[in-house]
C-alpha cells in the first residue's frame, strides 16, 4: 500500500462512520416504506424481502397524500415564483438603482430575515381569522412570501452591487433602459444568484410546519408537513405506512437537493438560515 | 460569503434624466408585501404583548409590562427557555465541536471523493424536521426501535429505555437529533473554510516545530473563525427556534420536559387564546434571537468583507 493510502485510509474510515451515523436512519426509513410491519421489526436496516408499493398507495390515497401533495405544490409554486420575482426586482432597485434613503430600507428588510416566524404567527392568525382567510391557500402563500422576499431582496442586492459596471454602462448607451438592462443583459448573469435563491426558497416553503399548522384547520387544505404530523397522530403503529407518508413528504426536497447541490450548499454555506 | 454578512454598500449612479426616485418602483411591490405581512405584524406582536387579551373579546385590556412581569416568575416559561439552552448545547455546542474534530482529522491533502460524502453529510438539512421526527421516533422506539434493539444485541439490554417517554432521557434524546441534524452542515462548513488557509502555513508551523494540536489551535481555528460565526449563528437560531420537531416527536412531553419557547408561543397563543402573553413570549424569543446575531456578528465581522 503506498504512503497515500496510508494517510487516506484512516481519514475514510472516520468520514464513513460519521456518515453511516447520518445515513442508516434515513435509510432504514426508506427500506420500512417498502416492507411489512414485522419484517421492519425484525431487520429494520435490510432490504425488503419482498418489495411492496402498498405502502405508497394506501398512503397516497388512503390516507390523503393526494390531497396534501396538491396542495403543497401550489403552494410551494405560487412561493417560489412571486418571491424569486419581487426579490430580482427588489435586489435590482438595492444593487444598481437611485433610491432615497436605501440606508433605511435596508436594515428594515433585514430585520424581517432575522426575527423567527414566532414574531409574526399571532397577529396573522388573528387576521386571517378576521378576514375569512384561514384554510385558504392565500393564508399561508402571502405570509410566506412575505418572509422570504425579505431574504430575497438581501441575497439578490448583494448580486446586482457586484454586477460589472462596464456591462451595464455599455447596455445604457446602446440605448437600453434600466429594465431592459434587467432582463436582457444581467438576469442571464444572475442565473447562479437566481437557482441559488430558488432551492432554497423552495425547500423553506415545501417544509414549513408551524405557519401552515396554524393557518389550516381542515384536513383538505394540509400541506404535506401537517399531514404528515396528524397522520402519525393517527397511525402511530403502523410503520410502514407512516415510513411512506414520510418518503412522499421528503422524496421532493431530496431529489431537488441532489439535482442542484451546489446552489443549495453554496446558499447554505453562506449562512442562508430562515427568519 | 454572505448570507448573515449581508451589508449595504451604495454608490450606483444616476443617468442623465433618471428620476432619483427610479428604485422605488422596483422596491414597492416586495416592500409592499414584506410591510403588511412580516413588518408590521412584527411591531402588532409588539403590542399585544402589553394587553391582557383572549383573541376574541371586545375587551382588551393595557396591562404595560404586565405580561413580561409575570413571564419571568412563571415556571413553565423558565422551564422552556431553560431546555433551548439545553438545546444550544446538543444543537450547537456538540456539532460545532465533531465538526472542528473531523475537519482537523481532514486538514493536509484535498480527499479524492470527498464531494460524494458532502453530499450525504447535508441530506439532514434539506429533508423536513417532521419527516426526522418520524424517523426518529421509530428510531427510539422502545419496543421495535433500532437503538433499543441494538443495545440488547451488544449486551447492554439494562440500558434501554423508553427514551422519548422517560422524564429523564426524552430532552437529551430529542437533542441529540439534533446534534445528527447540524453537526454535517457544521463539518462541510468548516472543511470548506479549511481549503482557504494556505498549506504554506501549515509547513512553516511543523518547521517550527509546532505539533498537529498546536497547529489546530493556532492555525485551523483562528483561519476558520467566520465560518465558526456561521456556524454559531445558524445552529443556535435553530435551537433557540425548535418547533417543527417537538411537535412531531414529543409535542412537549413527558409532562413539560421537552417543552421549549416555540412551542409554549404556540400553546399559550394559538391553543388556549392567550394572545398577549403569548406576544410576550415571541418577544423576549426574537430579542434574544437578534441580540445573538447581533453579538456574533459583532465578533466576527473584523474579518469578514467578501461577498459570496
Known sequence: MSIRWKRLLPRYLVLTVFMLIVLLPVWGML?????????????????????????????????????????SVIVTTVVVVSSVFLSTLSGYAFGQL?????????????????????????????????????????????????????????????????????????????????????????????????????VLIFMWTWNEFLLALVMVQTEAMRTLPVGLA?????????????????IIVALPTVLIYILFQRFFIRGMLGGAIKG | MSGLFFKMTTGNHIYPGESRWKGLLYLLP???????????????????????????????????????????????????????????????????????MLSALLTGQPIPGFSFFRTLYFLPQVISMVVVGVIWRWMFNPVSGPINQFLSLIGLG???????????????????????????????LFLAGIQRIPLEYYEAASLDGANAFKQFVYITVPGLKSEIGVAMITTMIAALRVFDLIYSTTRGGPGDSTLVTGFLIYRSAILNNRIGYGAAIAMVLTLIILALSFLIRRLMSEKHGEQA
Open chain 1, 31 to 71: 427500506m420500512s416504506a417498502f416492507k411489512s410491519d414485522t419484517q421492519i421489526a425484525s431487520s429494520p436496516f435490510s432490504l425488503p424481502e419482498t418489495w411492496t408499493l402498498e405502502n405508497f398507495q394506501q398512503a397516497w390515497t388512503v390516507g390523503k397524500f393526494n390531497v396534501f401533495f396538491k396542495n
Open chain 2, 158 to 188: 439494562q440500558f434501554q429505555q423508553a427514551w422519548l417517554g422517560s422524564f429523564q432521557y426524552a430532552l437529551p434524546a430529542v437533542g441529540s437529533i439534533g446534534t445528527w441534524v447540524q453537526y454535517g452542515f457544521c463539518m462541510v
Open chain 1, 98 to 198: 437611485p433610491m432615497p434613503g436605501k440606508n433605511l430600507l435596508f436594515p428594515l428588510m433585514l430585520l424581517g430575515y432575522m426575527v423567527p416566524f414566532e414574531a409574526v404567527i399571532i397577529p396573522l392568525y388573528n387576521w386571517m381569522d378576521t378576514l375569512g382567510l384561514r384554510n385558504t391557500y392565500w393564508a399561508m402563500i402571502l405570509p410566506q412570501i412575505g418572509l422570504s422576499v425579505s431574504f430575497g431582496t438581501l441575497w439578490m442586492s448583494s448580486f446586482f452591487e457586484n454586477a460589472p459596471k462596464e456591462l451595464v454602462d455599455a447596455a445604457t448607451i446602446d440605448g437600453c433602459n434600466r429594465w431592459q438592462t434587467l432582463w436582457q443583459i444581467l438576469w442571464p448573469l444572475a442565473r447562479p444568484a437566481t437557482t441559488t435563491l430558488v
Open chain 1, 230 to 246: 396528524f397522520f402519525q397522530g393517527k397511525y402511530t403503529s403502523n410503520l410502514s405506512l407512516m415510513a411512506a407518508g414520510a
Open chain 2, 30 to 100: 416586495a416592500l409592499l408585501i414584506y410591510l403588511l405581512f412580516t413588518f408590521i405584524p412584527i411591531l402588532e406582536t409588539f403590542r399585544a404583548s402589553f394587553y391582557d387579551w383572549n383573541g376574541f373579546s371586545e375587551a382588551r385590556s393595557f396591562i404595560g409590562l404586565g405580561n413580561y412581569i409575570s413571564l419571568f416568575s412563571d415556571s413553565l416559561f423558565l422551564k422552556a427557555i431553560t431546555n433551548n439552552l439545553v438545546f444550544i448545547i446538543f444543537y450547537s455546542i456538540i456539532p460545532i465541536l465533531i465538526g472542528l
